[in-house]
């Protein structure tokens, strides 16, 4: 790796990635110029309930679907450690490691919009830049009900209605938030267990290479 650099962190459960991961990813590369976005999968993840395919098949399916893509790296640093996966922890310890390099945390909207259920959201929050992109069905001025950002119903709204793809807004501990527009897709990976398990097609959901891994292991069958 390059001693200093723009760098994503992608972190996710991944049951399984689909191409809204991808894309979004990508997109924000492209916008912040970053030099890599390394996805995260948790390995052990505190809030996630329902059918899991097994860490390290769900790495698997990480490694497969970004393995073409040169700007996209994965970290198994979650795997690391025997316990639960606490964002806090890993963004702490990714920072010691890439001390040259200025890293930037995705989140979905929906997961920023939870982060407050998380482990030391507050060290988080200090710690890192973040980035949060659009999720359909979520709106931009549901973040006027987090508890950690300075941001106006009538500024999210303008935001909103607007062409601009990106917007700078604060945190409450000062630090800037950017919010980015990505392209929607309503995808989720609760959807293709859920199309899986009713024993239908999950195609052009997610890369072939990982829709053929999970159906040659069996993941996800009722
Ligand atoms: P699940 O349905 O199991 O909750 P998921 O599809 O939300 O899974 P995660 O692995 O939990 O996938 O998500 C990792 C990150 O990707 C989160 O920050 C999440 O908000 C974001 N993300 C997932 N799907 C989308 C999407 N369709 N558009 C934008 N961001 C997304």
């Not at 769900?58 to 497969?64: D, G, I, Y």
């Not at 982060?115 to 931009?140: Q, T």
Request: proline share 6%; aromatic share 10%; net charge negative.
């Amino acid at each position: 790796m390059k001693s200093s650099g723009r760098i994503g962190l992608f972190g996710g459960t991944f049951n399984p990635v689909h191409y809204a991961h991808l894309r979004a990813a990508e997109e924000v590369a492209r916008s912040l110029m970053f030099d890599k976005v390394l996805f995260i999968p948790a390995h052990n993840p505190p809030l996630k309930k329902g059918v899991l395919a097994s860490p390290e098949e769900r790495l698997q399916m990480v490694r497969m679907a970004v393995e073409d893509n040169p700007l996209f790296e994965v970290s198994d640093i979650e795997f690391e450690r025997n316990e639960l996966s606490y964002s806090a922890y890993t963004l702490k310890e990714l920072k010691e490691r890439h001390p040259e390099d200025d890293l930037y945390f995705i989140l979905g909207l929906d997961a920023f919009l939870d982060i407050v259920n998380w482990y030391d959201p507050e060290s988080i929050l200090e710690c890192i830049n973040l980035v949060v992109i659009s999720r359909p069905p979520g709106h931009i001025k549901d973040l006027t009900s987090s508890p950690f950002v300075e941001i106006s119903a009538e500024s999210a709204s303008i935001f909103e209605r607007s062409s601009l793809s990106r917007y700078e807004t604060k945190l409450k501990n000062g630090n800037s938030l950017l919010v980015l527009n990505v392209t929607p897709m309503n995808i989720s990976a609760t959807l293709i267990r859920n199309l899986l398990g009713d024993g239908k097609s999950i195609k052009y959901l997610l890369p072939e290479k990982v829709e053929s891994f999970i159906m040659s292991n069996g993941l996800y069958a009722r």
